[in-house]
């Protein structure tokens, strides 16, 4: 016979227990997860001096065309961001392209509707409200220690709240109907389980309203005659949805609401404009600022014997931090998960599973970067198909074969770092099927870490 | 002492092995999978926690997610199986091969569901039919074997070290 107590494990119980306390609480209990998972690295670590000299780069014309298309990326993020805007802002506002650090806060249409940014609050300084994308109203700027941002200080990372966030104010927009006559209306933040992150709210004329029958047709800002105006006009808020009742005999659909479907996936943005006021420019501040990691420290990586393919482990002078993103001459070899004594594991992206914020390059003269999100479904080789969300239906119409971008991925992680080529899969158009260059050995690399003395 | 030394020296690098053996053209096999069927069916009781942290941090060397991910991955169906070791004092490989399949599905589920319960998906969540087969086929054999081997063998409990009884 088993005794009770030792058929009840009460130690491996707490042990599940303890994981969960763990999960939940994974700041405080990551040091632990570094030294344990970090010695059990020893073994490999001593191997590895068995594996060969690391190599240094690769061949001088692919790292040339890895150059020249980062600078041609970096130099059409700005023209296409900065296009559009400033038509109706007073002409001696200076625009930032910041990054964004996060997307969270689920808002109207269970979409995130919170950014952080890769700038402070003191650094933007005397800035406006309104964030933009091109001629695409974002959201909104908060002030620190009101509203929201009640509990954050000038210098933590600003915030933005989208227009479905449910502090967002209500917009005041238009669109244009088949007959060429304007529609207006109000929109506000959806609830989360609606079908949209905005929805129409009150509307000018609504006998006219109820008889649309075109989707996505465009919704434009509007100018305000009375009052303090928050948003200028003419910015593309984005693309209606109509809801309703199907018919029968081919009458038309009886619309019974309309929502907005933002211009821009919050998930998918990588970048946005903040609008610095010209009134009261404040003499500008050169800030080095700890939210835009950009030291690199030299590292070499080593494939690990047998784990998955795109698995590797990392050997640095100092401690890496999660999340890190490891270069090798602009090309992206994966993200780092920090050990302890400046080794780290690497999932390359092939391997990985995680969600990205991407950037498509489409060739030259074919517009701007396309913003995407999306995670890698299936790895076959050095090709791994990308299940993607974000690009609008034009961006869709015009997305060839191209190149494939980090978007901003965190503090560590930032935009412009080449993946690889990639081209629609011809099945399915939710799927990006994307080449990444094998690379086999030990090689030196860079890792993205904090700076030093900020 | 001298056997958690070997234990969490060689049980987590035990996963790298198992890769570099099929990259070099052997089954696939999840050395998870063998690993929950002994610490459920063969281990010592009072070891179980620390033996399974061991596990775990194998399996942190080769998939992306963290570390209780993989506790609560592999820890829970040995919870499960657990119990039924009473039933199966013969250990006859019918029903270890039953197990292990049974865990080789169930093993990619449950890092599936963690994943996105916890936002940490990894590419050892999907279900590889193949890997199911092989277990069925290996891991009773293996078993075997292992059971007598260190580091196992110091954490084997005396009924576990029965010989396999053939009817």
């Keep these: ?454 | 002492m001298r056997r958690w030394f070997w234990w969490f020296l060689l049980v987590p690098q035990g996963f790298l092995l198992v890769g570099f053996l099929q990259d070099l053209g052997l089954p696939p096999l999840d050395m998870a999978v063998l690993t929950s069927l002994y610490l459920a069916w063969f281990a010592q009781r009072s070891a179980l926690p620390f033996l399974l942290l061991g596990v775990a941090i194998g399996r942190t060397l080769v998939d992306e997610a963290t570390l209780p991910v993989h506790i609560l991955v592999i820890g829970i169906p040995v919870a499960l199986l657990l119990p039924l070791r009473a039933l199966f004092v013969a250990q006859r490989w019918l029903w270890q091969a039953v197990a292990a399949a049974l865990l080789a599905i169930a093993i990619p589920k449950l890092a599936g569901l963690f994943g996105r319960a916890f936002d940490q998906p990894s590419v050892s969540s999907m279900l590889d039919g193949w890997q199911v087969v092989w277990s069925a086929l290996l891991v009773p054999p293996l078993l075997s074997a292992l059971r007598f081997l260190p580091p196992f063998v110091a954490f084997t409990e005396p009924t576990g070290l029965l010989k396999v009884v053939a009817r």
């Excluded at chain 1, 966030?165 to 209306?185: C, I, M, N, V, W």
Aim: glycine share 10%; aromatic share 8%.
């Design chain 1, 1 to 454: 016979m088993v005794k009770k107590s030792a058929a009840f494990p009460a130690g491996l119980y707490a042990m599940l227990l303890f994981a969960l306390a763990w999960l939940t609480l994974p700041r405080v209990f990551a040091p632990l997860e570094r030294w344990l998972v970090g010695s059990a690295c020893f073994v490999p670590r001593v191997g590895s001096a068995w594996m060969g000299e690391p190599a240094m780069a690769g061949n001088r014309e692919e790292l040339a065309l890895i150059g020249e298309l980062s600078a041609d990326l970096r130099d059409r993020v700005k023209r296409h961001d900065f296009a559009g805007s400033g038509i109706t802002m007073p002409n001696d506002d200076k625009s930032i392209l910041c990054g964004v650090l996060s997307v969270g806060r689920r808002g109207g249409g269970g979409e995130p509707s919170e950014l952080l940014l890769d700038h402070t609050y003191a650094e933007l300084g005397d800035y406006r409200e309104i964030v933009t994308k091109g001629s695409v109203l974002l959201g909104f700027l908060l002030k620190p220690g009101v509203g929201r941002a009640v509990d954050d200080k000038a210098d933590d990372p600003a915030r933005v709240i989208l227009c479905n966030h449910r502090d967002a104010p209500r917009l005041y927009a238009g669109l244009e109907s088949k007959d060429g006559t304007q529609l207006r209306f109000v929109i506000e933040p959806a609830a989360s389980v609606d079908p949209a992150p905005l929805r129409v709210d009150f509307w000018d004329d609504p006998y006219r309203a109820s008889k649309l029958q075109e989707s996505q047709q465009r919704v434009y800002t509007l100018p305000v005659m009375f009052g303090q105006e928050r948003v200028p006009g003419g910015l593309l808020v984005g693309r209606t949805r109509r809801w309703g009742y199907e018919q029968d005999d081919g009458q038309d659909t009886l619309t019974i609401g309309m929502f907005v479907t933002p211009a821009v996936a919050p998930r998918a943005l990588s970048h946005v404009v903040v609008w610095q006021s010209g009134e009261h420019a404040a003499p500008p501040i050169e800030f080095q600022s700890s939210l835009r990691a950009r030291r690199r420290i030299q590292a070499t990586v080593y494939d690990l014997p047998g784990a998955t393919h795109g698995r590797h482990m990392l050997v640095a002078d100092e401690d890496v931090p999660d999340g890190a993103a490891v270069v090798q001459d602009g090309l992206f070899l994966g993200s780092a998960r920090g050990l302890c004594l400046g080794s780290a594991l690497v999932t390359s992206f092939a391997a990985s599973r995680q969600d990205w914020s991407l950037l498509f390059l489409p060739p030259e003269g074919e517009g701007g970067p396309v913003e995407l999100h999306g995670s890698v479904v299936r790895t076959d080789g050095n090709v791994a198909w990308l299940r993607w969300t974000g690009p609008s239906r034009e961006q869709l119409a015009r997305l060839g074969e191209g190149f494939l971008f980090t978007g901003s991925n965190g503090k560590f992680c930032p935009a412009c770092l080449w993946i690889g080529r990639a081209v629609p899969d011809q099945f399915e158009r939710n799927l990006l099927k994307v080449i990444v260059p094998v690379l086999r050995g030990p090689r030196i690399a860079e890792v993205i870490v904090a700076e030093r003395d900020v």
